[in-house]
């Protein structure tokens, strides 16, 4: 499986670039969000990708983040959610807005993507929910970014991202909670709070435990 290009943008339209790498031309479908923030033509990119096989069909999809990737793979697990459904919430949300929208149950914000509707939402919601705080903290651990190269490569990886072990609860496992916090659009604040009471309570918690726990504590009440 192709896991990751390199290489310069030839053209680009409005669901996807073509990258040329070392002179062969990949199409490579993306969320909005995603195309947003590709360079322009005839500049060097470095996406991760996923390869969709079917009988009649071959596709590339293209992220700048692990995450997006992984969240991409989660989304066309749930049943009536394909490729193009899952580039919708993801160009509507983007990454960090699914995790959040999944781990706290907000199903209406997944409606909101186009051509999802309130059973598809909420089957996304219910089906995801128990793995939201494994991809945040991927998200947390990890550094993201598809760094650019100058020189142009395709690597095949021999199956999806695999979410990064969390590491122990502890001044690491508490920072990496909280990056993932505040990337949800947390206030620092109210973020640092919720997670150092979800250490308390939990003192062994694991980096994804600590997101769960302290997603639980910032959920509105009532």
Same mark, same amino acid.
């Given at each position: 499986?192709?896991?990751?290009?390199?290489g310069?943008i030839?053209?680009?339209?409005?669901?996807?670039?073509?990258?040329?790498?070392?002179?062969?031309?990949?199409?490579?479908?993306?969320?909005?969000?995603?195309?947003?923030a590709?360079p322009?033509?005839?500049?060097?990119?470095?996406?991760?990708?996923?390869?969709?096989?079917?009988?009649?069909?071959?596709?590339?999809?293209?992220?700048?983040?692990?995450?997006?990737?992984?969240?991409?793979?989660?989304?066309?697990?749930?049943?009536?959610?394909?490729?193009?459904?899952?580039?919708?919430?993801?160009?509507?949300?983007?990454?960090?807005?699914?995790?959040?929208?999944?781990?706290?149950?907000?199903?209406?914000?997944?409606?909101?993507?186009?051509?999802?509707?309130?059973?598809?939402?909420?089957?996304?919601?219910?089906?995801?929910?128990?793995?939201?705080?494994?991809?945040?903290?991927?998200?947390?651990?990890?550094?993201?970014?598809?760094p650019?190269?100058?020189?142009?490569?395709?690597?095949?990886?021999?199956?999806?991202?695999?979410? #990064?072990? &969390? =590491?122990?609860?502890? $001044?690491? /496992?508490?920072a990496?909670? @909280?990056?993932? +916090?505040?990337?949800?659009g947390? !206030?620092p604040?109210?973020?640092?709070?919720?997670? #150092?009471? &979800? =250490?308390?309570?939990? $003192?062994? /918690?694991?980096t994804?435990? @600590?997101?769960? +726990?302290?997603?639980?504590?910032? !959920?509105?009440?009532?």
């Amino acid at each position: 499986m192709i896991g990751r290009l390199a290489g310069r943008i030839d053209y680009r339209a409005a669901d996807h670039v073509l990258i040329d790498v070392r002179g062969v031309g990949y199409l490579v479908y993306c969320s909005e969000q995603t195309l947003r923030a590709l360079p322009g033509t005839g500049e060097h990119v470095a996406l991760y990708t996923d390869l969709l096989v079917r009988e009649d069909l071959l596709q590339l999809y293209g992220f700048t983040t692990l995450a997006e990737k992984e969240w991409h793979r989660l989304l066309m697990s749930v049943q009536g959610v394909g490729a193009k459904a899952s580039l919708s919430i993801l160009g509507t949300l983007g990454p960090d807005g699914v995790g959040r929208a999944i781990a706290l149950g907000d199903w209406n914000a997944v409606k909101a993507a186009k051509g999802i509707g309130p059973k598809t939402a909420q089957r996304v919601v219910n089906e995801l929910k128990d793995k939201a705080p494994e991809v945040m903290a991927m998200g947390a651990v990890s550094s993201q970014a598809a760094p650019v190269q100058d020189t142009d490569d395709v690597i095949e990886t021999p199956g999806p991202a695999t979410p #990064a072990p &969390a =590491a122990p609860s502890g $001044p690491g /496992a508490q920072a990496e909670a @909280l990056s993932a +916090l505040t990337n949800l659009g947390y !206030a620092p604040g109210e973020a640092a709070g919720a997670v #150092a009471q &979800a =250490a308390g309570d939990a $003192p062994e /918690a694991e980096t994804a435990e @600590l997101i769960r +726990l302290s997603l639980r504590l910032l !959920a509105p009440k009532g």
